[in-house]
């Protein structure tokens, strides 16, 4: 089939556009391969839910696992690594084109440290370098959460020259400070003398997740409605244009560094009312990578429009976040509620995702002896 002239369009406009999933059916059917020809997608993500879904509901990993465990290895977690990066590689080979293409700026995969560290900095450091250089591909990044733990994480990691991948941002407040994390990382490497030109990161706004929390303390008729996640990310895509500009930016620029790219996640349209290409319509721009579930891709690739949308009206989003603290919505409470609910919600994936492995390990080893 042709390539989908929408999906090529809203790459044109300067959205990078990444596949919110990642399994071995779509590596090993040639779905993936297909959504990087026809669908102009230049990178995906994961996440424990996503591995959970894909180890549980799929007998592909199976033989991977006996084998593992016939040789010896019997530790859960090892097991989710050994199973998981092999479909990271995979997805990074197919991507690799994109990542040349572009010059090191797109065609990324993503895989994240383990949830149970999310506020332990010195450990989330030690496994974000093991797996990457247990992954050992360029275009691969590590994501780290953007917890308050998290911030050192990021500078140290990116100061050794890990690509970072910041997971679960709500507020513009945290983004701001994982811009200046990841600036610290770049400006200590370059003061080290070890080169910049080989780092990238993105920073990932979680979007939909707050609409369904303001828009609950809202009247029905409200204008604000649906409009927060949006403004928040104008409000951000404004924040990151300001960060990476002036004096200091510019000295990194000519030492090779890369802008950390603002990524909106949670796209998926959650309120049926709402349009189902609402925050990719919405959030059209230069500079910016929108990761999609494949509903979500299917539905703009169908009937999405693109025009410049991300910052259209700045102001506009400004007052739109007045008038929503004006309402009486506590977004700061709000944010720091969704970050804390976001990883407990990927910790109880990690754990039914390491017993679902357990459950396989036991039904098929003892199937086999």
Known sequence: ???????????????????????????????????????????????????????????????????????????????????????????????????DRSGGRDGFISFECTPDLAYDTEATIAQAR??????????????????????????????????????????????????????????????????????????????????????????????????????????AYQRYLAKFAGPEWERLLALGAKPQRPLWASTGTKNPAYSDVLYVAELIG??????????TLQAFADHGEVARTLDASPNDAVHMLAGAVAAGIDLGGITGELEREGVRSFCDSYRQLLECIDGKLQALTGARS
């Open 130 to 235: 093991d797996l990457w250089e247990r992954l050992d591909e360029p275009n691969v990044m590590i994501k780290v959460p953007g917890t308050r733990a998290g911030l050192p994480a990021i500078e140290e990691l990116t100061r050794r020259g890990v690509n970072v991948n910041v997971t679960l941002l709500f507020s513009i407040e945290r983004y701001e400070e994982v811009i200046d994390a990841y600036l610290r990382g770049l400006s200590a490497r370059a003061q080290a003398g070890e080169q910049l030109q080989q780092i990238a990161s993105v920073a990932s706004f979680f979007l939909s997740r707050i609409d369904t929390k303001v828009d609950a303390q809202l009247h029905e008729g409200s204008p604000l409605r649906g409009q927060v996640a949006l403004a928040s990310a104008r409000v």
């Open 286 to 295: 230069p500079s910016v990578i929108n990761t999609m579930p494949e509903q």
């Open 1 to 99: 089939m042709p390539p989908n002239s929408n999906l090529q369009r809203l790459h044109g406009a300067g959205v990078s556009i990444w596949l919110d999933t990642l399994s071995r059916q779509l590596l090993e059917s040639g779905d993936f391969a297909r959504l990087i020809r026809d669908y102009s997608v230049t990178g995906a993500t994961s996440n424990p839910t996503i591995f959970a879904k894909a180890i549980t509901g799929s007998d592909l990993y199976d033989d991977q696992l006996h084998r593992l465990a016939s040789g010896g290895e019997r530790d859960t977690q090892e097991l989710f690594f050994e199973l998981a990066l092999d479909d990271v590689r995979a997805a990074a080979r197919e991507l690799r084109q994109a990542y």
